[in-house]
């Protein structure tokens, strides 16, 4: 059964991913189309090896026929195509923020909440989430199923990428001029990220955390468990691919650090990598391309009674947006859709 597959979005970083990752998993598709504004309509991407798709402008396209729409343009831009796209009868799974705390829309990650899927009967919609979240989360479910979390406390340490193209050209253009004595001009960023830390991703919120902060909390309870704690402290750092995180997490009841590795080890989309000695551990330069969260430096927090700390890396275009979105169709067209648009109805979760 093969589906035809609309990717909004096409010529962003995340859109280019989407497209080369539907090729890799050769998902099922009977069309590609190429999606984008009106800015790159007319323009051409690459879909696998051999085919180049002509990009489409957003505005004008026509929905009607297709199954599903893997979408990557931006948050006020869903919010105005992605109920057109459903209403015409296909199914978005939606990689911005927009739709990701509508109670109507469920938050995936497959190897998380995949039974969730189910609810995108009622928008039509389906929210992927935060880049950071997805990769904690992976990390979290196999240690939530064996001894409860009840709180969590993590540090970003998040690639440009996570901010676009332009992005990333900001820190290849500031790190090239540092060496020519040029002065680093900030544009994307609040300050030079270029040999830099900068302690703010997205907007800050009245009670002092940015949303990107907010996001890792408030998706991380609707995903996992609403009973758990998080806080959260997200830094933009000078790596071009790549999220890692500093996690420690705080349990219900007794786990060892050998059970807790044996845990992720078994633990689908999960890699470890933890040997303590020098390089026994994965860093971001590692994970480019790789599908895999990887998770290093496990070890018990001595300061709780049930506390353990550990380090998760992940490639943030790949797991963190376009693999996980991916991944959801994959679900999404084995157990729910039965392809070609008109018949796409809900079907038993075996």
């Known amino acids: 059964m093969a589906f035809k597959v609309a990717v909004v979005g096409a010529t962003g970083n995340v859109g280019r991913e989407l497209l080369s990752i539907l090729a890799e998993r050769k998902f099922p598709v009977s069309e590609v189309i190429a999606v984008a504004s009106s800015r790159t309509a007319g323009s051409e991407v690459s879909f696998g090896e051999k085919d180049i798709l002509k990009v489409q402008d957003l505005a004008k396209f026509d929905f009607k026929g297709v199954d599903i729409v893997l979408s990557s343009p931006g948050s006020k831009v869903s919010a105005e195509f992605a109920p057109r796209a459903a209403k015409a009868g296909a199914v978005v799974i939606d990689n911005t923020s927009q739709f990701r705390m509508d109670h109507d829309v469920p938050l995936i990650v497959p190897e998380v909440n995949a039974k969730a899927i189910a609810g995108y ?50 820190l290849f253009t500031q790190t090239r001029g540092i060496y020519v004595n040029d002065p680093a001009k900030p544009d994307h960023f609040p300050k030079q990220i270029a040999f830099n830390v900068i302690p703010q991703i997205d907007v800050f919120m009245d009670d002092g955390s940015t949303k990107e902060e907010w996001k890792m909390v408030a998706e991380t309870r609707k995903i996992l468990d609403g009973d758990v704690a998080v806080t959260a402290t997200c830094v933009r750092v000078p790596v071009f691919i790549g999220h890692a995180e500093a996690i420690t997490v705080e349990f219900a009841n007794p786990i060892t650090v050998e059970q807790a590795r044996a845990a992720l080890s078994n633990a689908p989309g999960v890699v470890v990598v933890d040997h303590r000695v020098e390089e026994g551990y994965v860093t971001p330069a590692e994970v480019a391309g790789e599908d895999a969260t990887y998770v290093s430096r496990i070890r018990k927090d001595p300061t709780v009674p049930h506390g353990l700390s550990m380090w998760v890396v992940a490639d943030n275009l790949r797991k963190g947006a376009a693999l996980n979105a991916v991944q959801i169709a994959e679900l999404l067209g084995a157990n729910y859709l039965t392809g070609g648009n008109k018949t796409a109805k809900p079907q038993k979760v075996h």
């Open 121 to 170: 009967t009622k928008r039509g919609i389906i929210a992927n989430p935060n880049c950071s979240t997805i990769q904690m989360v992976v990390a979290l479910k196999p240690l939530h199923d064996l001894a409860k979390i009840t709180r969590v406390v993590v540090s970003t340490y998040q690639s440009v990428s996570g901010a676009g193209r332009a992005a990333m050209d900001e």
